[in-house]
């Protein structure tokens, strides 16, 4: 666990309003064409339960309009945790938002699901498309939200990836993540320019060079 369980009654509201939003995302084209073009599969965007708010569920009445990102935990038993939105590129006002809800480690699954590898991304969609490419991904939620017990949770992992973004903030990131005893290595994804992500890496045909960085098999190639 990230950060302390949550009551049953907001437990039942995320539940209900992503499932809600999940269903609303197939008929909602700019919402569709968003996902298609930032790479996400429409495979992917049902394994991560990706939505668009069409209506007014009780309690996320100002997200309308605006994609849904659940966060899902539990390997066996899979839950949501908490639901971050993305405005879609063409409408103004803040980029990203979300209701009061702590700030957890995105896809916190794949610590269970990995075995030797574990990536770092900062932020959901870039973790969503690393594991689209057959990757275990953790995403952390900008580049300030490390949280001091994560690398408790990474210690037993033989490597650890970060592809941090090509900026300032990435830079951030990765020194607070090297403050911990961590097997870290850490890129700026292939073919990207200033602030760029591993999103704009995959977009850019550069998808199997972020595997083989992650599975470590460049520095093989220069070890050799």
């Known amino acids: 666990m990230t ?6 009654e907001s437990q039942k509201s995320l539940e209900t309003a992503t499932r809600t ?7 909602s084209a700019p919402a569709v064409e968003y996902l298609a073009g930032r790479g996400i599969s429409r495979d992917t965007a049902e394994r991560f339960q990706l939505g668009f708010v069409t209506e007014p569920v009780p309690g996320f009445e100002r997200f309308m309009g605006m994609v849904a990102i659940p966060n899902i935990c539990g390997g ?9 939105f993305r405005r879609l590129p063409d409408e103004e006002g803040k980029k990203y938002d979300q209701p009061s809800q702590p700030t957890r480690m995105f896809n916190a699954r794949a610590i269970d ?15 969503v ?10 995403g952390v939620p900008g580049n300030t939200a490390w949280k001091a017990h994560y690398w408790r949770l990474l210690e037993g992992f033989p490597r650890l990836v970060l592809f ?3 900026d300032d903030p990435g830079l951030v990131l990765e020194k607070e993540i090297r403050r911990y005893d ?18 704009d890496s995959f977009l850019s045909g550069h998808g199997p060079e972020l595997v083989s960085l992650a599975l470590g098999v460049h520095d093989e190639m220069r070890a050799a």
Do not use: M, W
Not at 3 to 8: A, I, N, Q
Not at 21 to 27: C, M, N, S, Y
Not at 76 to 84: A, L, S
Not at 131 to 137: M, N, W
């Open 3 to 8: 950060s302390k369980p949550l009551d049953v």
């Open 164 to 166: 941090r973004d090509n």
């Open 113 to 127: 699901e990995a075995d030797e590898v574990l990536c770092i991304t900062e932020g959901e969609l870039d973790a």
């Open 76 to 84: 066996d038993r899979p839950h949501v945790v908490g639901i971050k």
């Open 21 to 27: 939003f999940q269903a609303a995302l197939p008929g």
């Open 129 to 138: 498309i690393l594991e689209q490419l057959g990757l275990h991904a953790i």
């Open 182 to 199: 961590l097997p870290l290595v850490s890129y700026v994804p292939p073919g990207v320019g200033e602030k760029g992500d591993v999103t």
